[in-house]
């Protein structure tokens, strides 16, 4: 092979070479797509609810769909004198149902059912008394949590807390915003035949007041019926569901856009607000055919 042969056959590779590596550094430098980041929630709920088994089934729901998405469960612990004199009372009112499923998940605490659900997926557990406290602070800054969701309990979120996660709070309401604000709203709704259900709104120094993203009815009284009575407790299972569905939608909305969505504004047209019902409202809700 002549010299000029040789030369031009190590040109040639040399010319390969050179693309080559002028490739490797345009795929290096050009910008990349940015990767979506994951959503980091908190669930917070109380210890003792009159939920059937204590909302398990929601969260039995929305794990098997994200259990990646959920960084701990917060018990606000709420079992004291108060509690479960309460629990005992409850079904002297006739408010028997309600008041045996109060006293079955007193009883079924010492189980963990809830723990043991979340300790499946290697989400920790934790008791607090309250959301405004450094535990809570701490816990959301070192875990980098985005969401805070509140699930059925009657602590006020403090300012402080209100802004320490990235995106921050959202609440299930028992009733349906803008109108409907209070306690039991879905118990009330379903005595007045009206359309009872829930809604998931933004969280901020005012009770029920944030911005509403989700107002999902669930049932009206026919679609509790058992025999001749009307079932507070069978509307309380139908609402679990739609509750765990709708969370989940939602969830994927604000992962997709690291925010919130622009929601909508909560201004009443008429404000209904509705409180724990006394003896005398029992009475009345007994007499229209419902099983408390």
């Given at each position: 092979m002549t010299r000029r042969v040789i030369s031009a056959y190590y040109v040639g590779i040399f010319d390969r070479f050179s693309c080559i590596i002028r490739a490797l550094r345009y795929v290096n430098t050009r910008p990349r797509r940015a990767k979506l980041s994951k959503l980091r929630i908190l669930l917070v709920t109380s210890r003792i609810t009159y939920m059937p088994e204590n909302y398990?089934?929601?969260?039995?729901?929305?794990?098997?769909k994200r259990a990646d998405w959920v960084k701990g469960l917060v018990l606000l612990d709420n079992l004291d004198k108060k509690t479960l004199l309460q629990s005992l009372g409850l079904p002297l009112l006739g408010v028997r149902k309600l008041g045996l499923q109060l006293i079955k998940?007193?009883?079924?605490?010492?189980?963990?059912?809830?723990?043991?659900?979340?300790?499946?997926?290697n989400i920790p557990t934790m008791t607090w008394d309250t959301m405004n406290s450094e535990s809570a602070l701490d816990f959301v800054d070192r875990h980098?949590?985005?969401l805070i969701i509140n699930l059925r309990t009657r602590?006020?979120?403090?300012?402080?807390?209100?802004?320490?996660?990235?995106?921050?709070c959202l609440n299930i309401h028992h009733g349906l915003l803008p109108n409907y604000k209070g306690t039991f709203c879905d118990l009330y709704a379903l005595t007045e035949n009206r359309d009872a259900g829930f809604s998931i709104h933004e969280m901020n120094e005012k009770i029920d007041a944030g911005k509403i993203h989700k107002i999902i009815p669930v049932a009206k009284k026919e679609d509790i019926r058992v025999k001749n009575k009307f079932c507070y407790l069978k509307y309380l299972s139908l609402t679990s569901e739609k509750e765990a569905a709708a969370l989940f939608e939602l969830c994927q909305e604000i992962?997709?856009?690291?925010?919130?969505?622009?929601?909508l504004p909560n201004n009443p047209t008429k404000k209904v607000f509705t409180k724990n019902p006394d003896r005398k409202k029992i009475k009345t809700f007994l007499n229209k055919g419902f099983l408390l």
């Open positions: 398990l089934a929601l969260f039995e729901s929305f794990l098997n998940n007193i009883l079924e605490t010492p189980l963990k059912k809830r723990e043991i659900l979340f300790e499946k997926y980098s949590i985005d602590c006020i979120y403090k300012s402080e807390i209100l802004n320490a996660p990235k995106i921050g992962e997709k856009l690291n925010k919130f969505p622009e929601g």
